[in-house]
C-alpha cells in the first residue's frame, strides 16, 4: 500500500488487492468503441486517450481500510460521461463526473461541503493524468476544495489517486489512494468462483 499521508478528515483511503490487468488495452478499446467506424480515421487525441483511460476505470472498486466505502466508475450520457460515485452504508458521500471539452477532460467534483471545483487534465503521459483547478461555484468561507487531482496506472494492475484540497491555510498535504477493481459478480458465477 502507497499512503503518502493520512487520509485528511472525511476521506477515505483504498488500498490494492486485486490487481486490474490490461489498463492500456481497454482504453484503447474504449477509444475505439467510441469512435464512429470508418477508414482512414484521425488517431485519438491526447484527451480522447485520457477520457478513454478513464472510461476504463468502470466498475466498482475496493477500500482496504474499511467496509464501509466502495469506489464506483460508471458510464452515462451514452459514454460521453463518466461518473465516480463514493458510496457508504448511509448513501453517497460524494462525485466526481468527468467528460471531454475539447483538447482536455474536465472534472467537476460534488463535494459533501457543498462546493463544486472544476478541474481540467494537462497533457501528459499514457499511464498519468493530472487535473488542475479551474473554478470552483457555491464555495462559502471556511470551507476548502479540491485543487488536483491525479491518476496513476501501477505495474500491479492497481490505479493510484492523488487529490489535494486547498483551504483557508492553503495547499493540504496530498492524500494518495490505491484502488484496486472489484472482480465482477456475474463473471465469477459464470466461471464457477
Known sequence: MLLVNPPRAGMIACV??????GLAALAL??????????AGEASPTPAQQQFA???????QWQVAETDALRIVFEKTARGHTMVERWETATGLHSMTVYHLDGDRVIATHYCPQGNQPRLASLPGQADRIAFRFLDVTDFD?????????DYAARADGSVERTEVY???????????????????ATSDEASGG
Not at 53 to 59: R, T, V
Not at 141 to 149: A, L, N, W
Open 16 to 21: 490494492s488487492k486485486h490487481a486490474f490487468p
Open 29 to 38: 478499446s474504449a477509444i475505439s468503441a467510441a469512435s464512429p467506424a470508418g
Open 53 to 59: 483511460w478513464i472510461a476504463s476505470l468502470e466498475g
Open 141 to 149: 468561507e471556511g470551507e476548502s476544495h479540491t485543487f488536483t487531482i
Open 166 to 184: 486547498r483551504g483557508a491555510e492553503g495547499l493540504e498535504a496530498p492524500s494518495t489512494l490505491t484502488l484496486s477493481r472489484i472482480a465482477d
